[in-house]
C-alpha cells in the first residue's frame, strides 16, 4: 500500500505538465460571473455539518473546533482564506485558531511557500467584483504590522478574552476583483 501511496504522490506532484504553463501565462483569461464551484445539494451540505456538530458532547474533556474556510493546493504551495464577519468594526479569532494558524503558516513556508489571509468582510455578494473586503496576510500578523488584542480597546470593559481582536482600520481595504487576481498571482508564483 505504501508503494501504491509513493506511485499517486509522484504521479500529482512530480508528473511532466502536458501544458506549457508559460504559454498558459500569456493567455488573457477571462473572469466569468458566473460561480467555478457550486453546492448543488444545499440541505445535503448542511447536513453533512450538522453531523459533525454531534462528535464532541457534553462530559468529554474536548471541547471547541473551528475549519479552514478555504485552502487552495498547487505545485505543493498553499493559499489559506480565513473569512470573519466584522461586527462593530472589528472581527474576533479563537486564539486556538491563531495559533493554529501560526504553525501551519509557519511550517508549511520552511518546506514549501504558503500564504495565509484573514478576510473581514460585512455582508458581501461575492459575485459583484466591486464589493469590499479587509484583509492581512499572516507574515504581517508576525511583524506585529496588526496589534494582537486580547481585549476591545474601544470598550470600557478590559477583561481579556480567548480570542483576538483586530480592527478594520488595521486591515488593507480591497475589492473582490483585487482578491482574486491575488490568489491568481500566488497561483502564477507556483508555476
Not at 76 to 105: C, P, R, T, W
Not at 129 to 134: G, H, K, N, V, Y
Request: hydrophobic share 35%; charged share 35%; net charge negative.
Amino acid at each position: 500500500m505504501t508503494d501504491e501511496t509513493n506511485d499517486w504522490i509522484n504521479i500529482l506532484y512530480e508528473r511532466e505538465d502536458p501544458v506549457n504553463s508559460k504559454e498558459i501565462s500569456r493567455q488573457l483569461i477571462r473572469k466569468s460571473p458566473k460561480a467555478k464551484y457550486q453546492i448543488f445539494d444545499q440541505s445535503e451540505f448542511s447536513r453533512g455539518r450538522e453531523v459533525l456538530g454531534d462528535l464532541i458532547v457534553h462530559g468529554m474533556i474536548a471541547s471547541g473546533g473551528t475549519d479552514i474556510d478555504w485552502l487552495i493546493e498547487h505545485k505543493g504551495s498553499f493559499v489559506i482564506l480565513e473569512f470573519k464577519g466584522f461586527h462593530n468594526d472589528k472581527i474576533n479569532i479563537a486564539k486556538g485558531q491563531m495559533i493554529a494558524y501560526e504553525k501551519l503558516h509557519e511550517k508549511l513556508n520552511r518546506v514549501t511557500k504558503c500564504y495565509l489571509y484573514v478576510i473581514g468582510c460585512d455582508e458581501i455578494d461575492f459575485s459583484d467584483p466591486d464589493a469590499t473586503i479587509w484583509v492581512f496576510e499572516m507574515d504581517q500578523w508576525k511583524r506585529k504590522a496588526i496589534p494582537k488584542n486580547t481585549s476591545d480597546t474601544y470598550d470600557g470593559e478590559t477583561g481579556r478574552q480567548n480570542k483576538f481582536i483586530v480592527y478594520r482600520e488595521h486591515m488593507e481595504e480591497i475589492s473582490v476583483e483585487e482578491l482574486r487576481d491575488l490568489i491568481d498571482s500566488h497561483w502564477k508564483e507556483f508555476e
